[in-house]
């Protein structure tokens, strides 16, 4: 059931990030009263109020470092933004004074009044999130096209982890509307009554250990997205994984599965390089992965879970596979940046963590010069070094875990390694060294935190300093 917010609700709000400028402006819309909390204390009040939409800049209380116990004492719930942990001293107060604490998805599913569609899973959900909105927005338009003059037309909100708050358009839905979410286990975490129709869990690798602690406890907060949902509700899964095949025992909603290494008696599949769906073991042939733009198995994967979401959505398939055609890759992610010299170079910035970077390994079909480390998550990286496969010519280091990289990778038997400081500097070197016809390609493994403010400019650099090479008359590059 829908919490119901209004102007009697004390609602705190932790973070001034984009989750928490979106929650202020939903709050604001539903006549809450609303205590905004930046834990920084060297934050300036003027500057949090500036992010905000300027409807939402006199609303409420900005507290800046610790809450003083009067405000304490007048919350009835807590929205936090990602970031922030479940495990806070601050969250312990609260959770044990028995006030709810919501994600900000849990917060903007509160005012949801049409349909959602919502992605999880360690890797690809950005490129399965953007592929299903797509998919749903020229269904959309095709519906809309066909309603008289004056009916409400259906819409599209493409939203969560992907980088637009949910909160800040769910108060714009309506009953012909589909919010195509993104959620990450950290967003999982505070969810109560979120429901989607149909859900999607990737894949579940090692990430973010050093916030869930463990495998099992990071494994059951991506299985949260199916909480609240019933056999009415459909749950797309990965064949694949072995905890989603045992997860699909166990899962409320109806199961619908892809795999890229086998045949499904019901389910979606990649039967050599053509995409099938099976249906009681009678087979259809919907696509030749040749005639898309994305490359790579973990591709073949986001785009068969892009097809079972949205087919189960109502879309005929004629349109997905319209639309699955002319899709191009997502930015960050095995985007071909350019070439120099007879070099093509890569940004895989989005690849934060082993299991991704493996995919981008995997995509190479070229001796590659390969950019890895950063921020150290806790993860291990021996699954990783063993994807080189031959294909990586030198392993090129930065960041935090550069030691503990190299480390592991001498320990497969891999030795062409070099460090670096800087970025500009690592870049310089694998432009010298890469020769006509290898690939460089940056695919860290590592979250960018450190060095760059967030994956988004890590891969911006790169893909700069490519045209920059480029512009200086070394060869040509990508636009």
């Given at each position: 059931m829908q919490h119901i917010i209004d102007e009697k609700e004390v609602v705190l709000v932790v973070g001034t990030g984009l989750s928490g400028v979106g929650a202020v402006h939903l709050l604001h819309r539903m006549g809450a009263q609303i205590i905004l909390?930046?834990?920084?204390?060297?934050?300036?009040?003027?500057?949090?109020?500036?992010?905000?939409?300027?409807?939402?800049?006199?609303?409420?209380?900005?507290?800046?470092?610790?809450?003083?116990?009067?405000?304490?004492?007048?919350?009835?719930?807590?929205?936090?933004?990602?970031?922030?942990?479940?495990?806070?001293?601050?969250?312990?107060?609260?959770?044990?004074?028995?006030?709810?604490?919501?994600?900000?998805?849990?917060?903007?599913?509160?005012?949801?009044?049409?349909?959602?569609?919502?992605?999880?899973?360690?890797?690809?959900?950005?490129?399965?999130?953007?592929?299903?909105?797509?998919?749903?927005?020229?269904?959309?338009?095709?519906?809309?096209?066909?309603?008289?003059?004056?009916?409400?037309?259906?819409?599209?909100?493409?939203?969560?982890?992907?980088?637009?708050?949910?909160?800040?358009?769910?108060?714009?839905?309506?009953?012909?509307?589909?919010?195509?979410?993104?959620?990450?286990?950290?967003?999982?975490?505070?969810?109560?009554?979120?429901?989607?129709?149909?859900?999607?869990?990737?894949?579940?690798?090692?990430?973010?250990?050093?916030?869930?602690?463990?495998?099992?406890?990071?494994?059951?907060?991506?299985?949260?997205?199916?909480?609240?949902?019933?056999?009415?509700?459909?749950?797309?899964?990965?064949?694949?994984?072995?905890?989603?095949?045992?997860?699909?025992?166990?899962?409320?909603?109806?199961?619908?599965?892809?795999?890229?290494?086998?045949?499904?008696?019901?389910?979606?599949?990649?039967?050599?390089?053509?995409?099938?769906?099976?249906?009681?073991?009678?087979?259809?042939?919907?696509?030749?992965?040749?005639?898309?733009?994305?490359?790579?198995?973990?591709?073949?994967?986001?785009?068969?879970?892009?097809?079972?979401?949205?087919?189960?959505?109502?879309?005929?398939?004629?349109?997905?596979?319209?639309v699955i055609r002319d899709f191009p890759p997502v930015e960050h992610r095995i985007e071909y940046s350019g070439t120099v010299r007879g070099v093509d170079y890569y940004n895989d910035s989005k690849a934060t963590n082993p299991d991704a970077a493996i995919q981008g390994i995997r995509a190479m079909s070229r001796p590659t010069i390969l950019i890895g480390g950063g921020y150290d998550k806790k993860n291990t990286y021996d699954e990783w070094i063993e994807a080189f496969d031959g294909k990586v010519r030198e392993l090129v280091l930065i960041g935090q875990t550069k030691e503990a990289i190299a480390e592991c990778a001498r320990r497969h038997g891999f030795t062409a390694i070099t460090f670096w400081d800087t970025f500009e500097e690592c870049l310089q070197h694998c432009s010298e060294i890469a020769r006509e016809g290898e690939a460089v390609l940056l695919s860290p493994a590592c979250a960018s935190w450190g060095m760059f403010p967030n994956y988004e400019e890590r891969g911006r650099q790169f893909k700069e300093f490519v045209k920059r090479i480029g512009a200086e008359g070394c060869g040509t590059s990508a636009d």
């Open positions: 909390l930046e834990q920084n204390a060297d934050a300036k009040e003027q500057d949090i109020r500036n992010k905000l939409e300027p409807d939402d800049r006199a609303c409420g209380t900005v507290v800046i470092g610790e809450l003083p116990q009067e405000l304490r004492e007048r919350i009835t719930l807590a929205v936090l933004s990602p970031a922030v942990p479940m495990d806070i001293p601050l969250v312990e107060d609260l959770r044990g004074r028995g006030i709810p604490i919501f994600s900000e998805i849990e917060l903007a599913y509160c005012a949801e009044k049409g349909t959602v569609l919502g992605i999880t899973g360690t890797n690809g959900k950005t490129t399965t999130t953007t592929l299903t909105g797509e998919i749903m927005k020229a269904y959309t338009a095709r519906l809309g096209a066909e309603l008289p003059e004056g009916a409400e037309k259906p819409e599209v909100f493409v939203v969560g982890n992907i980088g637009f708050s949910y909160a800040a358009v769910a108060d714009r839905t309506h009953e012909k509307s589909f919010s195509v979410a993104e959620i990450s286990s950290f967003q999982l975490e505070g969810i109560h009554a979120f429901r989607p129709a149909v859900s999607a869990i990737l894949n579940i690798t090692p990430d973010h250990l050093n916030r869930h602690g463990t495998m099992e406890n990071y494994t059951a907060i991506k299985e949260r997205i199916t909480l609240n949902q019933t056999r009415d509700d459909v749950c797309v899964l990965n064949y694949e994984d072995a905890a989603l095949r045992d997860f699909a025992q166990v899962c409320p909603a109806s199961v619908v599965f892809f795999s890229s290494a086998h045949t499904l008696e019901n389910g979606y599949f990649l039967r050599g390089e053509t995409i099938c769906r099976a249906r009681d073991g009678k087979v259809t042939e919907l696509m030749n992965i040749h005639d898309m733009h994305l490359v790579g198995i973990c591709n073949v994967e986001n785009v068969m879970a892009a097809m079972a979401v949205t087919e189960a959505a109502g879309v005929p398939m004629d349109l997905i596979l319209e």
